[in-house]
């Protein structure tokens, strides 16, 4: 068997966060001033070099860490330690992000002497966007000036520019005095006989006049709202433990991951980040998938998700920005591009997905929580989702959701699959909007059923029938015009001319998972999905291998996205589908023991899992952590149990089917309406399980989904 040894999907980086501000160093913690190094603060690079030389000479680390997922600790050797009689003296590196940043530089000595060390460091800003020093490109320019301030031993850099209000102030604090000349701050520290002496960098932006504020000098979690929603999102997440190492190691890992990406937004503490280090951004789709896949490990993420979802309805016709009334933000971004105006993203609206999405995972949060004031507070913004859909969604009034763009910056493509040639016919060539694809008309269909159970429980009782006359009526109409026998799959979308592309891809896992499918078309469905030119091996590639298009290191033509493992999961499980579930699954969970902490990237690559591909490979510049990547674990563990929730009922509905690789599961702190339980799954001998429950009153029934009873009988 070949050994693969774990990976790091950056290599060349290492990088912390918190809220709204990211560091970026290379693998030895400096700023080199190499892209897309720096230190970022709403999506602005207010440092981006940071030399520091000791007694003329640059420290190197040997050892550079992360720590608790804000801060990062570094060593370096000031001279020859093992050379007698002892003049060893080390250079620690505490760096601490919050609003500002702050570098403590920590010389410590093991001498029998004083050592006298000379210390400058030369900072220097650019004010680049985060997306110009991902891709290196500079759309916007400007000149920076530096002004000292003696007085308050300040320097101050402005970027130049009449159209933004942006700068940095940066302070050097030390037991001896500071000096400033040159673009360089210099002070001459004693260190005594087995001392230590010490200098503080602060580093804190300053943005149409607020000034953030660098955290203190402590691992602890600085007082700020990121830094408060990580601690209780720490607190609230299930754990779970199991005898297969590898999964108790993934889930501990999303679980740690999710806890660090929340941006702390005053709407929606929790809710989190795309991922790190290029997404943090207010991400509305992703923000709530994320959270509604974790909803095992805790329900907060979604109900902040939700109300900052809620505070982000578009309000007018703006083409700019793909902005209509009702519309939900697809994605929101703080950094100089989009702040002057050089692209749409500073409240962007492009995608069709995110008002149906609302509406499934209001149904799903009420599922979970039974928080009927919440659904209340959150009805309007369902009534308008809706509206937008009615009004909006189905311009050509065919019954089907079709997007299109009218921004000359937006996005082409305005499906789950968003990426300019991801929608392809089966020639090879990009389909021209506008565009039905198959796993809106999934999401409208799920939607309408959720907001019926949402309107019905509100005391609106017609409107609930409504909408589940709809949502049968959409079922019907999709079928005939998506379903294509031949191919034992559904066409990836409609055309401009109404005519099914028909393109094998992944879009069938999300049908399974709204329940669009008949049942008993669901088995045929599954069987294609992991067949050979879908199924890498890791997990189902977004493109069919064998389709003319099929690139597997591309973002949607044939790579494997872990969220969509998720999704397809709960989908499989929903249909009884265990045999594929389980192939999915252990693909997953493989794939996840290639990477560092069992952290799977934001998307593999779909090479086959083979003897010439010990290890998948990833999309180049993949987010790592990914939220939605780290969520697709726990929504995969949910799919083992086929697990649903009715909190109203203060009941879960269980039909566990673990395969011989996963012989048990324990959850700790599981909660469902108000109750928190530990959940305890054993494989037994011929594949039969055994459940047992502690905690809160709660009932857990066995039973299965009314598709998978179907399913079995042939239905």
């Keep these: 068997m070949t050994r693969v040894t774990n990976l790091r999907v950056r290599p060349d980086l290492l990088y912390v966060a918190s809220g709204w501000s990211t560091l970026v160093t290379d693998v030895r913690g400096r700023i080199t001033g190499a892209d897309p190094q720096g230190f970022f603060s709403r999506n602005t690079r207010v440092l981006s070099t940071e030399r520091i030389t000791v007694d003329g000479r640059e420290p190197i680390p040997f050892s550079t860490a992360n720590v608790q997922g804000h801060a990062q600790l570094s060593y370096a050797e000031l001279g020859e330690g093992e050379v007698l009689p002892s003049r060893a003296a080390y250079l620690l590196t505490h760096r601490f992000v919050g609003d500002g940043l702050r570098t403590r530089f920590t010389l410590v000595s093991y001498a029998e002497e004083a050592l006298r060390f000379p210390v400058e460091i030369r900072p220097g800003a650019d004010f680049a966007d985060t997306s110009e020093a991902e891709t290196g490109r500079r759309v916007q320019t400007g000149d920076v000036g530096a002004s000292w301030d003696p007085a308050h031993q300040e320097l101050r850099l ?171 933000l697809h994605e929101a971004r703080r950094g100089p591009v989009s702040v002057l105006g050089l692209d749409p993203f500073s409240a962007y609206y492009g995608d069709w997905s995110t008002a149906p999405d609302f509406l499934v995972f209001l149904g799903q949060y009420l599922a979970w929580t039974g928080d009927l004031d919440t659904v209340r507070d959150l009805l309007p913004t369902a009534r308008r989702a809706l509206a937008w859909i009615e009004r909006y969604g189905d311009l050509d009034g065919d019954g089907f959701l079709e997007y299109h763009r009218r921004s000359r910056a937006g996005l082409k493509n305005q499906g789950w699959k968003d990426s300019d040639t991801a929608i392809v016919d089966e020639h090879g060539h990009s389909v021209p909007n506008p565009i039905a694809t198959s796993e809106l008309q999934a999401y409208w269909y799920a939607a309408l059923r959720h907001a019926a159970v949402v309107f019905t429980v509100t005391g609106h009782l017609a409107r609930g029938a409504a909408l589940l006359g709809q949502a049968r009526r959409l079922a019907r109409r999709f079928h005939r015009a998506f379903w294509l026998p031949d191919r034992g799959c559904y066409a990836m979308a409609l055309g401009p001319d109404k005519q099914p592309v028909r393109s094998v891809n992944s879009n069938d896992g999300h049908l399974l998972a709204t329940g669009i499918v008949p049942t008993r078309i669901g088995p045929v469905v599954a069987a294609r999905l992991l067949a050979p030119d879908m199924f890498s091996g890791w997990g189902v590639r977004t493109l069919s291998s064998a389709h003319p298009a099929y690139n597997p290191f591309s973002y949607h033509r044939g790579s494997v996205w872990p969220v969509e493992a998720g999704t397809i999961g709960l989908g499989l499980a929903r249909y009884g589908c265990w045999d594929q579930l389980h192939r999915l699954a252990e693909g997953m969970f493989a794939a996840a023991a290639l990477f560092e902490e069992h952290r799977l990237p934001e998307v593999l690559s779909g090479l086959p899992r083979d003897s010439a591909h010990p290890h998948p490979g990833v999309y180049p510049n993949s987010c790592s952590p990914q939220a939605w990547s780290a969520s697709s674990i726990i929504a995969l563990v949910q799919a083992l149990l086929a697990l649903r929730p009715a909190a109203p009922l203060r009941t879960i509905f269980v039909d566990p089917h673990l395969p011989e690789w996963l012989p048990d599961l324990r959850l700790e702190g599981v909660q469902v309406g108000g109750a928190t339980v530990d959940l305890v799954v054993r494989r037994r001998r011929g594949g039969r399980t055994s459940i047992s429950v502690r905690g809160d009153r709660l009932a857990v029934i066995r039973r299965p989904t009314l598709q998978a009873v179907a399913t079995r009988h042939g239905r």
């Design 158 to 328: 402005t970027y130049r520019r009449a159209d933004i209000d942006r700068a940095v102030a940066i302070r050097v604090r030390a037991e001896a005095p500071v000096r400033y000349a040159d673009g360089a701050f210099a002070v001459e520290l004693v260190v005594p006989p087995g001392g230590s002496a010490q200098v503080d960098v602060l580093v804190e932006p300053v943005f149409d006049g607020e000034r953030l504020i660098a955290p203190p000098a402590t691992f602890a979690e600085p007082d700020e709202p990121a830094a408060s929603a990580r601690a209780r999102l720490a607190a609230e997440l299930t754990r779970l433990s199991s005898s297969n190492f590898d999964v108790t190691a993934a889930w501990r890992c999303a679980v740690d991951d999710l806890a660090v990406l929340p941006l702390g937004e005053p709407a929606g503490p929790t809710a989190p980040m795309a991922g790190l280090p290029i997404y943090q951004e207010i991400f509305g789709r992703d923000t709530m998938t994320a959270s509604w896949q974790a909803l095992l490990a805790g329900p907060t993420m979604l109900g902040d998700s939700l109300r900052l979802n809620a505070q982000h309805l578009g309000r007018r016709l703006d083409e700019w920005r793909d902005e209509e009334p009702g519309k939900p």
